[in-house]
């Protein structure tokens, strides 16, 4: 069974920079879609980025699209997401997601993996 863990969250002025990590253990994820997903308080988990398996296909939500990248390192089981030029907006608890489909979906529902999630701030 794969497990994720999350890190890299924290407190940021509006236009700075945090990259988050999404660590596997107790399997390879290369075999798994990695979404990121974002939940602000009293709302659901809002899809932000994905990226396939193999890290040839990415995708994101338009809010995101230019400011954030998805990677993955499946030498090292991790995925990453870039996140520049923030905004007071992206605050949420950030959740890394797998998902057995080899392309990321951005439907919470697929994914049957989740981290514990780690928490942005951007302060204006």
């Known amino acids: 069974q794969v497990q994720l863990v999350e890190s890299g969250g924290g407190l940021v002025q509006a236009g700075g920079s945090l990259r988050l990590s999404c660590a596997a253990s107790g399997r390879t994820l290369s075999s798994y879609a990695v979404g990121w997903f974002r939940q602000a308080p009293g709302k659901e988990h809002d899809f932000v980025a994905g990226?396939?398996?193999?890290?040839?296909?990415?995708s994101y939500v338009d809010s995101v699209k230019g400011r954030f990248t998805i990677s993955r390192d499946n030498g090292k089981n991790t995925v990453y997401l870039q996140m520049n030029a923030l905004k007071p907006e992206d605050t949420a608890v950030y959740y890394c997601?797998?998902?057995?489909?080899?392309?990321?979906?951005?439907?919470?529902?697929?994914?049957?993996?989740w981290g514990q999630g780690t928490q942005v701030t951007v302060s204006s």
């Open positions: 997601a797998a998902d057995r489909s080899t392309v990321a979906r951005h439907d919470p529902k697929f994914y049957g993996l």
């Open positions: 990226i396939s398996s193999g890290g040839a296909i990415t």
